[in-house]
């Protein structure tokens, strides 16, 4: 059985602080300093005139932060299950932002997200929460939604593979990875909490899916063994 999202939310309350520093939060997910780097850039090319941003899976607010570098004052909307994430969160988007920060808390499958209302959507290592075919299309169908015509959705998160062997590949160079920041005791945990929580699906999976539900102009900015950055403009 995957873990529950209540066992999920409890397991991020007590993480505050590990991923309000980028240097120790996130190093487990491969490039993702670099990545957050990278779909900031991107975000703000393809809209530069956007004023309303939705993180979704804030965490600590690290990569609204990032995407205010690179667009100061404009508005934010965090969304997370963790209350003490997304107050964390709030403290520190608020200071770098003279625009207005919203919170809600709650799991992406539920919260109401609104039509037309945002010009940036990130999410950052949470879609690999959702299990179902069925909640996959729902969510990327009510993220198409949430945006205005020319808004764009980012993604960075942990992806499988359509091959069994290349998975196989790709997994045992991430858990080199992992042996490489620490030693093969902390592989081990990375890859047990990952098989407890985590149901990720194929970038090409995700792919297909964004196109089908009316994105356009879809790109990948980085891909590095299970992990992948990529992202996507509605249009219409």
Not at 21 to 49: F, H, Y
Not at 170 to 175: A, R
Request: proline content about 3%; hydrophobic content about 40%; charged content about 25%.
């Amino acid at each position: 059985m995957k873990s529950t999202v209540d066992e999920i939310r409890a397991r991020f309350d007590a993480d505050v602080e590990r991923f309000s520093n980028l240097e120790t939060g996130q190093v487990a997910a491969q490039d993702s300093a670099k990545c957050m780097a990278m779909i900031a850039r991107a975000a703000a090319a393809v809209c530069p005139e956007g004023r309303d941003l939705l993180d979704i899976g804030c965490g600590a607010g690290n990569y609204s932060l990032m995407l205010l570098k690179q667009r100061p004052g404009v508005n934010v909307t965090l969304v997370d299950l963790s209350r003490p994430m997304l107050d964390r969160a709030q403290q520190r988007v608020g200071e770098a932002t003279a625009g207005s920060v919203n919170t809600l808390q709650g799991d992406v499958r539920e919260v109401d997200l609104g039509a037309g209302r945002y010009d940036w959507i990130l999410a950052a290592a949470v879609l690999h929460h959702l299990r179902s075919d069925a909640e996959w299309v729902d969510v990327f169908t009510r993220l198409h939604a949430a945006l205005r015509p020319g808004g764009s959705l980012w993604i960075y998160d942990m992806v499988e593979h359509e091959s069994a062997p290349v998975g196989t590949m790709m997994q045992s160079d991430y858990g080199d990875y992992l042996v490489s920041l620490k030693d093969a005791a902390y592989r081990d945990h990375v890859f047990d909490y990952i098989q407890q929580e985590d149901t990720p699906r194929p970038l090409t999976f995700q792919m297909e899916l964004m196109r089908s539900v009316g994105f356009t102009n879809i790109d990948v900015l980085h891909k590095n063994t299970c992990f992948a950055a990529f992202g996507g403009i509605r249009t219409a």
